[in-house]
């Protein structure tokens, strides 16, 4: 092999690994999972308090300011990732949707029960 080739590890399947490589690729998606969770709730928190308020008949003309700051926060989780040393190389399409859908999901609820405590207080 040449300096410019990397041999690759062929693929295990799941009866190939051992317990311990299940265990580090379970808290690998636990990890992930709980960063996804963290800046979605972020993301809700600051929209709440970044975007004023709606007026009486409940229109906000600056939501499309607060579902921006939700895909900022779907962008920077790779960032996040690769800062404190999760792989990111296995990752499919797949895996990147349930992290952006994770992160939609709880800035989602979030900003709504923000915004539903503000209008009942």
């Known amino acids: 092999m040449s300096d410019g080739e990397t041999a690759e590890q062929p693929q295990l399947t799941k009866k190939q690994k051992t317990q311990q490589e299940k265990q580090a690729e379970h808290i690998g998606r636990m990890k992930r999972t709980l960063i996804a969770c963290l800046l979605g709730m972020f993301?809700?928190?600051?929209?709440?308090?970044?975007?004023?308020?709606?007026?009486?008949?409940?229109?906000?003309?600056?939501?499309?300011?607060?579902?921006?700051?939700?895909?900022?926060?779907?962008?920077?989780?790779?960032?996040?990732?690769?800062?404190?040393?999760?792989?990111?190389?296995?990752?499919g399409g797949k895996d990147w949707f349930y992290q952006g859908f994770?992160?939609?999901?709880?800035?989602?609820?979030?900003?709504?029960?923000?915004l539903t405590s503000a209008i009942t207080a």
Not at 73 to 89: N, P, W
Not at 102 to 114: D, G, P, V
Request: hydrophobic share 65%.
């Open 43 to 91: 993301a809700g928190v600051l929209s709440f308090y970044i975007i004023p308020s709606a007026d009486s008949a409940g229109i906000n003309s600056h939501t499309l300011l607060a579902f921006f700051l939700m895909l900022a926060a779907v962008v920077v989780q790779k960032h996040i990732f690769m800062l404190i040393g999760i792989g990111t190389e296995k990752l």
């Open 102 to 114: 994770m992160t939609f999901a709880l800035w989602f609820m979030t900003w709504a029960i923000l």
